[in-house]
């Protein structure tokens, strides 16, 4: 679970940076961070691929969930969501390609 807590918190720094126009993507991502806090793993992913369906040109979503599969240490899932974190957004989250590599 620290792990999940580490990653996140990286997350949500990079996330901020991200894209000031979605505002909406971003209050369904700060309540993933709320799950991820009180220790609901299940009910964050469930929140960050709520976001990639309704947003999924948001590339955050898809970091904060490649970071949590690789806390898992699940990481072909993982590193399907850094590719396509990367994919979409090249410049905004560099803690995705090292995560990738």
Same mark, same amino acid.
């Given at each position: 679970? #620290? %792990?999940?807590?580490?990653?996140?918190?990286?997350?949500?720094?990079?996330?901020?940076?991200?894209?000031?126009?979605?505002?909406?993507?971003? #209050?369904?991502?700060?309540?993933?961070?709320?799950?991820?806090?009180?220790?609901?793993?299940?009910?964050?992913?469930?929140?960050?691929?709520?976001?990639?369906?309704?947003?999924?040109?948001?590339?955050?979503?898809?970091?904060?969930?490649?970071?949590?599969?690789?806390? %898992?240490?699940?990481?072909?899932?993982?590193?399907?969501?850094?590719? #396509?974190?990367?994919?979409?957004?090249?410049?905004?989250?560099?803690?995705?390609?090292?995560?990738?590599?």
């Amino acid at each position: 679970m #620290k %792990k999940l807590f580490y990653f996140l918190v990286l997350f949500f720094f990079f996330t901020s940076s991200y894209c000031q126009d979605n505002s909406k993507a971003e #209050k369904l991502m700060d309540k993933a961070y709320e799950y991820a806090q009180k220790g609901n793993e299940t009910k964050c992913i469930e929140t960050l691929i709520e976001v990639t369906k309704k947003y999924p040109d948001y590339a955050p979503a898809y970091a904060g969930l490649g970071q949590i599969y690789c806390g %898992k240490d699940d990481y072909p899932t993982a590193c399907s969501y850094y590719e #396509k974190s990367i994919s979409l957004s090249p410049n905004s989250d560099i803690n995705s390609y090292y995560r990738l590599a």
